[in-house]
């Protein structure tokens, strides 16, 4: 099974600071595709997840530009410019290459 | 508007069954994989099983196999999961979603609970 590495499981960040989060895989994400089907999904206080990255560096429909995925093979990295206060929450990176597998989380906090 | 309405969640009893259902719209879904991802609570999100598009194809994470079956009905826009036999670890949120997440539910609850 695909295990999925986090970190870190929590960050205190100021509004404005940029933070990355980091996901790493125990095997490559590359599909017989050619695809990466590596994602990024943010879950806030109370609600659903929603998908903000997938295939590693493509922006989810109506995220902003602040969000942006890099990475290749087993090494993943979220990065978010200029926290706001809507970002808060739980992000998640999870794979589909092989079934279906997520981190444990990465909490955002307001410092 | 894309929709994923969960239903059927509640109180059950160990080795007892429940059926969810996921009706769709707003989206082709028998365009779709489809998945059901469960969360107990304050933990994180956990994969439970996925169907391809036509239904021909399932997965289930080990420790459903055999007792849970995920199932779709293209016509009705609708994916289901049968759970048997259930048991105090199966108690979580279950969320219908997409295959790479694009669209999520509102999730359901299961409590499995003597």
């Known amino acids: 099974d695909v295990v999925m590495t986090q970190t870190p499981p929590s960050l205190s960040v100021a509004i404005g600071q940029s933070v990355s989060i980091s996901c790493k895989s125990s095997q490559s994400l590359v599909y017989s595709d050619g695809k990466t089907y590596l994602h990024w999904l943010l879950q806030s206080p109370g609600r659903s997840p929603k998908r903000l990255i997938y295939?590693?560096?493509n922006l989810g429909s109506g995220v902003p530009d602040r969000f942006s995925g890099t990475g290749s093979q087993k090494d993943f990295t979220l990065k978010i410019s200029r926290v706001e206060a809507e970002d808060l929450g739980v992000y998640y990176c999870a794979q589909t290459t092989h079934l279906y597998t997520f981190g444990a989380g990465t909490k955002l906090e307001l410092k | 508007e894309v929709q994923l309405v969960e239903s059927g969640g509640g109180l059950v009893q160990p080795g007892r069954s429940l059926k969810l259902s996921c009706a769709a719209s707003g989206f082709t879904f028998s365009n779709y994989y489809m998945a059901w991802v469960r969360q107990a609570p304050t933990k994180g999100l956990e994969w439970v099983a996925s169907i391809t598009n036509s239904g021909g194809s399932t997965y289930y994470r080990d420790s459903v196999k055999g007792r849970f079956t995920i199932s779709r009905d293209n016509a009705k826009s609708t994916l289901y999961l049968q759970m048997d036999s259930l048991r105090s670890e199966d108690t979580a949120t279950y969320y219908c979603?997409?295959?790479?997440?694009?669209?999520w539910g509102q999730g359901t609850l299961v409590t499995v609970s003597s």
């Open positions: 979603t997409s295959r790479g997440g694009a669209y």
């Open positions: 295939q590693v560096s």
